[in-house]
């Protein structure tokens, strides 16, 4: 039966990663450091002891955790791995995008790899150049895997079952900034929500601000300062970023006539440059300039006052919608 809980986000995904063990003993948990330990930022903690060998430790070897995990995936086993940052991706990329992407392609559909892989990125104080960067766009840019990046604790509990029970390997991309960022009411137990879709997270007809991550509770607060000087603005979340929800932004954009899109990634070649190809290519009459927010493109600095002065955040956010809405 459904309840509700008042968790953080770290523990709403603890909590949808209990409930998958429990209820499909096909579902297999590891990764580095995610048994004994509990995980590097305590997400796991708790599971090993419960499940037992289901839920254990791997060596330091991405390669090695995503092809055991493709080849588990395909002969009946329903792997959740984690890779500790998502910047380790990059060591065992040949598993992801050659691999796992094609064996629904390669075998005809005679096979499938229901993969779950977590990950972390983003931004926090003292992350280096290789512990910071926001990839979503290398996995976004390839067919046959479905990505996600959750903003709440409701968001990371829901999508992580629904990449759980996909058929298909699933790129779940968390922010570990926001694992311990405070307790929200999340509703545990209840039906696996559906893939895809918009969270509209506040209503307006000045503008559109499309965003997903850290930024989505950033932008909600640049919308909520523009109001005071009389123009409410749309904020549209989309934490899954395949299926992208193109229906639901061109609609918004379509009745708002100006978009702003938010991301802590770089900017160029980030998700944010597809979104506003994809509604230019849509025909609608946009009645100012689309604008971008993001990082500029460079390395993250560790030092993090030099972070906070590249990093997007509400303000920066506002500036870009005062810039369409003038």
């Not at 075998?107 to 979503?136: D, K």
Request: glycine share 8%; with cysteine; proline share 6%.
């Amino acid at each position: 039966m459904p309840e509700t809980r008042t968790i953080s986000f770290g523990e709403a995904v603890n909590a949808a990663l209990r409930r998958s063990l429990e209820e499909r003993p096909e579902v297999l948990l590891y990764g580095e450091d995610v048994g004994v330990p509990g995980g590097v930022f305590g997400v796991t903690k708790g599971l090993h002891k419960q499940f037992g060998d289901r839920v254990f430790d791997t060596p330091i070897s991405e390669s090695a955790i995503l092809g055991s995990a493709i080849g588990a995936a395909m002969f009946g086993r329903r792997p959740v791995v984690e890779i500790m940052w998502s910047d380790f991706f990059l060591v065992a990329l040949d598993q992801v995008v050659n691999q796992a992407a094609n064996v629904r392609y390669v075998s005809e559909g005679r096979l499938t790899a229901p993969l779950t892989i977590r990950t972390q990125q983003g931004a926090v104080p003292g992350s280096c150049a290789q512990h910071s960067q926001s990839l979503e766009a290398f996995f976004l840019h390839t067919p046959g895997i479905r990505v996600c990046m959750p903003s709440t604790a409701q968001d990371a509990y829901d999508l992580l079952l629904a990449a759980v029970d996909c058929d298909d390997p699933v790129v779940v991309i968390e922010n570990r900034a926001l694992y311990h960022a405070g307790k929200t009411e999340v509703e545990v137990g209840g039906p696996v929500a559906p893939i895809g879709g918009a969270r509209p997270r506040r209503t307006g007809d000045a503008a559109t601000v499309v965003s997903w991550g850290t930024l989505s509770s950033q932008a909600v607060v640049a919308a909520d300062s523009l109001a005071s000087e009389g123009h409410e603005v749309e904020v549209l979340e989309t934490p899954w970023l395949d299926p992208f929800p193109w229906d639901d932004v061109t609609a918004s954009v379509a009745r708002t006539g100006r978009l702003v899109v938010a991301h802590e990634a770089n900017h160029t070649g980030g998700f944010g440059a597809e979104i506003l190809a994809r509604v230019a290519e849509s025909g609608i009459t946009l009645r100012a300039i689309p604008q971008r927010v993001a990082v500029p493109d460079m390395r993250l600095p560790a030092a993090p006052e030099l972070a906070r002065a590249v990093l997007p955040d509400a303000a920066g956010i506002a500036d870009a919608i005062r810039r369409v809405v003038s």
